[in-house]
């Protein structure tokens, strides 16, 4: 225990930033995912054929590939062809954009789990398309959403660990940085694995389960 002590005080710093790039890149994805995955989801009930294709060709080609890919892709491919991002920006963007497709289609799946009895009631009030699904739509299907979308807030979490393959100082770049200097692989790995589960156990599942409440009791739920 002294000598796992002794080398947590002795790469402190590290760690500290590392878990600091870790949380923002986990913010900024699940931003970029919850985004992409509302637009997304949308477009594909959308009666505009060209909108549709869109939003499908996207969720298509991120469900369709493996995230590594895309991110060797957007970081490295991309500026061949004249569009160069930051690495730290690359990465959560491709993150994002990856989880943001699987998201779409929990997106369609729950507003089409809407009752048919709320779009006639809705469409009975004599409400624009915009408002109806705004209003009526929209946070019915959130709540059918939540769940699901908890266990994908984790698995963006954890897609947010190859972003240390662009170099992005995130807490897995930190670890391998470590791992590389002192050879102390269990005690390296292990603390980027416990920092892991804590941000999973402690952080996101919790808050998603409040979500989950706090829209049971909106709706009359609870």
């Given amino acids: 225990m002294s ?20 949380l923002a890149q986990f913010v900024l994805s699940a931003l970029v995912a919850i985004t992409l995955a509302v637009i997304a989801g949308l477009l594909t009930l959308a009666p505009s054929r060209p909108l549709k294709a869109v939003a499908t060709v996207y969720i298509e080609i991120f469900r369709g590939t493996s995230l590594l890919v895309q991110l060797y892709w957007i970081y490295f491919v991309l500026p061949l062809m004249g569009l ?8 959560f963007v491709t993150v994002g954009a990856c989880f943001g497709a ?40 959130l709540a059918i959403m939540l769940p699901p979308w908890g266990n994908m807030m984790v698995e963006i979490l954890k897609g ?37 589960y804590v941000f999973a156990r ?14 049971a009791r909106r709706l009359g739920r609870a």
Avoid: C
């Avoid at 004599?126 to 946070?139: F, G």
């Avoid at 992005?168 to 391998?176: C, G, T």
């Avoid at 402690?202 to 829209?215: C, D, K, Y």
């Fill in 160 to 196: 947010t660990a190859l972003v240390a393959l662009i170099s992005v100082a995130d807490l897995m770049f930190m670890s391998r940085q470590i791992n590389g200097t002192t050879y102390q692989s269990a005690q390296a790995f292990g603390t980027a694995l416990i920092i892991y």
């Fill in 3 to 22: 000598s796992y002590l002794e080398f947590l005080s002795r790469h402190a710093d590290q760690l500290v930033n590392g878990t600091a790039i870790t």
């Fill in 202 to 215: 402690f952080m996101v599942t919790p808050l998603m389960r409040w979500l989950e409440r706090a829209m």
């Fill in 102 to 141: 699987y998201g779409a289609e929990l997106v369609r799946g729950a507003v089409l789990s809407v009752p048919k009895g709320q779009w006639e009631a809705a469409l009975a009030l004599n409400m624009s398309p915009a408002k109806r699904m705004r209003r009526i739509i929209l946070p019915q299907a």
């Fill in 84 to 91: 160069e991002l930051p690495k730290f920006v690359a990465g």
